[in-house]
Nanobody
């Protein structure tokens, strides 16, 4: 499986961006796709995840109500709609996928086997 993340950019606080993660190769409803982010000098952290069939989603508390993860099976893509962006959302955002990840482990980056290259999101104050 190969992943290609895109959609990052520079936006003012309060603005919106939509990140895309295009997947190629074998995927199925048993895969989960997650978005993680890494700010300068910080560890990579979980943002949101979705089961490939869309049945389950999970968010970190700091983005609940602002970010929405979704998927388009026809396009083999997962999206992260980010609204009400804050300067603390500034980071490189990565999408990742893995097979058979249980819900309680969606936030564990070690469970994901395949990673995209990252896309930079910068939120100015």
């Amino acid at each position: 499986v190969q992943l290609q993340a895109s959609g990052g950019g520079l936006v003012q606080a309060g603005g919106s961006l939509r990140l895309s993660c295009a997947a190629s190769g074998r995927t199925s409803s048993s895969y989960a796709v997650g978005w993680f982010r890494q700010a300068p000098g910080k560890e990579r952290e979980f943002v949101a995840a979705i089961r490939w069939n869309g049945a389950i989603t999970k968010y970190t508390n700091s983005v609940k109500g602002r970010f929405t993860i979704s998927r388009d099976n026809a396009k083999n893509a997962v999206y992260l709609q980010m609204n009400s962006l804050k300067p603390e959302d500034t980071a490189v955002y990565y999408c990742a996928t893995g097979y058979g990840i249980i819900i309680s482990e969606y936030g564990n980056l070690n469970q994901y086997s395949y990673w995209g290259q990252g896309t930079l999101v910068t939120v100015s104050s």
